[in-house]
C-alpha cells in the first residue's frame, strides 16, 4: 500500500508560481506512475499531468502545456508539480495519485490517492 501526503498549496496572486509536493511512504515509489488531479468546488475532477515510473515521460492537459511542469525524484519518493503563470482559474484542490495502469489521464484508473492541497490563486 503506498500513502500520498501533498504540500505546498496556498495563497497567490495571479502570475505568480507555486510546487506542489506529494511524498510517498514504503520502498515501492518506482512501480507507480504518478499523476496530479485537481477539483474546483462543483466541478468534476481533472487531469493536470501524469509521470511515468521512470520520469522519462510526462503527460499534460492540453490547457495547461506550458505551464505546469511534472517531475519525480525516486530516491526521494516524491513527485513535484511546479506551476507558473498562475490563474483565478487555477483555482482548486490538487491532488496527487499513483497507479501502475496506462491510462494516465482517467482518475479511475488510479489506486492510490493524497488528502489533497488547496491552490487559490487571486485576481
Known amino acids: 500500500q503506498v500513502q500520498l501526503v501533498e504540500s505546498g498549496g496556498g495563497l497567490v496572486q495571479a502570475g505568480g508560481s507555486l510546487r506542489l509536493s506529494c511524498a510517498a511512504s514504503?520502498?515501492?515509489?518506482?512501480?507507480?506512475?504518478m499523476g496530479w488531479f485537481r477539483q474546483a468546488p462543483g466541478k468534476e475532477r481533472e487531469f493536470v499531468a501524469a509521470?511515468?515510473?521512470?520520469?522519462?515521460?510526462?503527460f499534460y492537459a492540453d490547457s495547461l502545456k506550458g505551464r505546469f511542469t511534472i517531475s519525480r525524484d525516486n530516491a526521494k519518493n516524491t513527485v513535484y508539480l511546479q506551476m507558473n503563470s498562475l490563474k483565478p482559474e487555477d483555482t482548486a484542490a490538487y491532488y496527487c495519485?499513483?497507479?501502475?495502469?496506462?491510462?494516465?489521464?482517467?482518475?479511475?484508473?488510479?489506486?492510490?490517492w493524497g488528502q489533497g492541497a488547496q491552490v487559490t490563486v487571486s485576481s
Open positions: 509521470i511515468r515510473r521512470s520520469g522519462g515521460n510526462t
Open positions: 495519485a499513483a497507479t501502475r495502469g496506462a491510462a494516465l489521464s482517467r482518475p479511475g484508473n488510479y489506486d492510490y
Open positions: 514504503g520502498r515501492t515509489f518506482n512501480i507507480y506512475a
